[in-house]
T-cell receptor, first 110, second 112 residues
Framework: RKEVEQDPGPFNVPEGATVAFNCTYS??????FFWYRQDCRKEPKLLMS???SGNEDGRFTAQLNRASQYISLLIRDSKLSDSATYLC???????????FGAGTRLAVHP | DVKVTQSSRYLVKRTGEKVFLECVQD?????MFWYRQDPGLGLRLIYF???????EKGDIPEGYSVSREKKERFSLILESASTNQTSMYLC???????????FGPGTRLTVT
C-alpha cells in the first residue's frame, strides 16, 4: 500500500467549476500536511499547508480528517491557470522527511 | 527568495558512465534532499543530508551516492549509470525548523 494515495486524474473541468481532490495517508504518526502544485515540466512548489481546523486561501480550501487519515483540497471558480498537478504531501512521522503522493492532474478548459 | 540551482536541466549519458548532479542553495538551509520523479510513482527520496558531511539513505539509495562538503552544495553521484536511472532528478532544501521544501528546477537525465 502506498504511504500517500491520490487519484491520478485527470480531472477535466470548465472554467468556473468547483473541483475537489482527495488524498489518504497511511502513517498515523504524521503531523504535518501540505498541498504542493507542480506545473508541467517544472518543480513542485508549496501551495498551502493543511491544518486540523481546515484552512482557506482565496479560492483554495484544505481540510484534514485525522481519524480517517484523509486530506482534501477544494478549488472554487477554477481558472485556466489552475491547470497543474497537485501533490498531497505528509511528513514521515519524524526525521523532517516528507512523503509525496504521485499527484492529481487538473486540466481547466475554456 | 530561496534560490536552488541544479547544474544541468538536461543531461544525456551512456550506460556505465559516472554522473555528477550538483545542487546549490543560497539560503543557508540545513537540510538538503535528492529525489527522482517518475510518471505514476511521484517523488521518491534517494538521499538526504542534515548537515555538512552528514548523509542518510532515503527510500531508493541503490546505485547512488552523495557528497556534502559545504553547507550550500549537495551532489548526487551515479557511480555507473544504467538505463533504469533515466528520470527527472529534483534537489530540495529545507530549513531545520520547518517542513517546507524548496525545489530546484530539476535535471532530466537520459541514460542510453
Amino acid at each position: 500500500r502506498k504511504e500517500v494515495e491520490q487519484d491520478p486524474g485527470p480531472f477535466n473541468v470548465p472554467e468556473g467549476a468547483t473541483v475537489a481532490f482527495n488524498c489518504t495517508y497511511s502513517n498515523s504518526a504524521s503531523q504535518s500536511f501540505f498541498w504542493y502544485r507542480q506545473d508541467c515540466r517544472k518543480e513542485p512548489k508549496l501551495l498551502m499547508s493543511v491544518y486540523s481546523s481546515g484552512n482557506e486561501d482565496g479560492r483554495f480550501t484544505a481540510q484534514l480528517n485525522r481519524a480517517s487519515q484523509y486530506i482534501s483540497l477544494l478549488i472554487r471558480d477554477s481558472k485556466l491557470s489552475d491547470s497543474a498537478t497537485y501533490l498531497c504531501v505528509v511528513d514521515s512521522g519524524g526525521y523532517n522527511k516528507l512523503i509525496f503522493g504521485a499527484g492529481t492532474r487538473l486540466a481547466v478548459h475554456p | 527568495d530561496v534560490k536552488v540551482t541544479q547544474s544541468s536541466r538536461y543531461l544525456v549519458k551512456r550506460t556505465g558512465e559516472k554522473v555528477f548532479l550538483e545542487c546549490v542553495q543560497d539560503m543557508d538551509h540545513e537540510n538538503m534532499f535528492w529525489y527522482r520523479q517518475d510518471p505514476g510513482l511521484g517523488l521518491r527520496l534517494i538521499y538526504f543530508s542534515y548537515d555538512v558531511k552528514m548523509k542518510e539513505k532515503g527510500d531508493i539509495p541503490e546505485g547512488y551516492s552523495v557528497s556534502r562538503e559545504k553547507k550550500e552544495r549537495f551532489s548526487l553521484i551515479l557511480e555507473s549509470a544504467s538505463t533504469n536511472q533515466t528520470s527527472m532528478y529534483l534537489c530540495a532544501t529545507q530549513p531545520r525548523v520547518s517542513y517546507e521544501q524548496y525545489f530546484g528546477p530539476g535535471t532530466r537525465l537520459t541514460v542510453t
